[in-house]
């Protein structure tokens, strides 16, 4: 894991130790695909970590752009964390109710923008609840904060890196569906898409680096051969992918853990690769 002063997880007893720390902020990042008929927001709002504020994956994002939760300019996205409550010196955590969907997505995406003091819990809102740590249902004070943020372009892919990277094979592209979406054996979950992957990428479901029992990241070492059976050498830098650049950034998340501090994620990902006609598609 890289030696940093904001570890990319805490867990559930140090973030309940630091709940009323003012230099932290928790938000709840919860996201759950169409299948799963769930509403993150009426969740919240039933019971969430006491303090945390909602971070809609869908309103701070591109709402201009067709594909799903696409990154916003850096202004937009500094004014609506700075509404937050999250200036450039707070330390964000983030949670979600569904696997690290979509905590990671938020953790990269304040990569993506600048801001290295943010961190994910490990287990996310199920491993609280299993702790018998307090929820509530109350809405947040807060301050609104300047936020200043810095775009670093090298952490995220974008449909012609990706073409470049298929026909040339020079970036390792690493695919979070499931098996079978990958395959092309299963239909995409979002209407109007074709079935298969990226010419040349590898697979490793995003599920795979999660603990059944704990919900929580497996260890480094399991990771490190989760990586490796899927044909990606660590030594080299890698591109997520998935379906809107969400479990993605789970895959983001492990490599960090690895070490590989640059996984970019390609931010349209199958929603904008496998929902044009300009674009080679593998299955099997």
């Given at each position: 894991m890289p030696e940093t002063a904001f570890?990319?997880?805490?867990?559930?007893?140090?973030l309940a130790g630091h709940l009323h720390d003012p230099q932290v902020v928790v938000v709840d990042a919860s996201f759950f695909m169409p299948a799963q008929r769930r509403d993150a927001k009426t969740e919240f709002g039933a019971a969430h970590i006491p303090g945390a504020r909602f971070f809609d994956i869908d309103a701070i994002a591109d709402t201009t752009c067709p594909l799903p939760h696409m990154l916003p300019a850096p202004a937009f996205f500094a004014e609506q964390v700075g509404r937050l409550g999250i200036g450039n010196d707070t330390h964000v955590i983030a949670y979600d109710g569904n696997d690290f969907m979509a905590s990671a997505r938020?953790?990269?995406t304040f990569r993506v923008f600048g801001h290295d003091r943010v961190s994910v819990l490990d287990g996310g809102l199920r491993c609280w609840r299993d702790q018998g740590l307090p929820l509530s249902s109350e809405e947040a004070a807060r301050t609104e904060c300047e936020f200043q943020a810095r775009?670093?372009?090298?952490?995220?892919s974008n449909l012609e890196d990706l073409r470049k990277a298929a026909?040339?094979?020079s970036i390792q592209i690493l695919d979070a569906r499931s098996p079978g979406r990958f395959a092309g054996t299963?239909?995409?979950p979002r209407?109007?898409?074709r079935s298969g992957h990226i010419p040349g990428s590898r697979n490793?479901?995003?599920q795979r680096l999660i603990d059944e029992t704990s919900h929580c990241f497996k260890s480094v070492a399991a990771l490190a051969?989760?990586?490796r059976d899927a044909g990606i050498d660590l030594d080299r830098p890698v591109t997520t992918t998935c379906g809107t650049g969400v479990t993605a950034s789970i895959l983001a998340l492990g490599l960090y853990l690895l070490g590989r501090t640059d996984t970019a994620v390609y931010d349209g990902s199958w929603s904008e690769w496998g929902g044009r006609t300009d674009t080679p598609v593998e299955t099997g």
């Open positions: 570890l990319p997880l805490v867990d559930v007893r140090w938020v953790w990269w775009f670093r372009p090298e952490l995220v026909a040339e094979r299963e239909p995409e209407p109007g898409l490793l479901f995003f051969a989760l990586y």
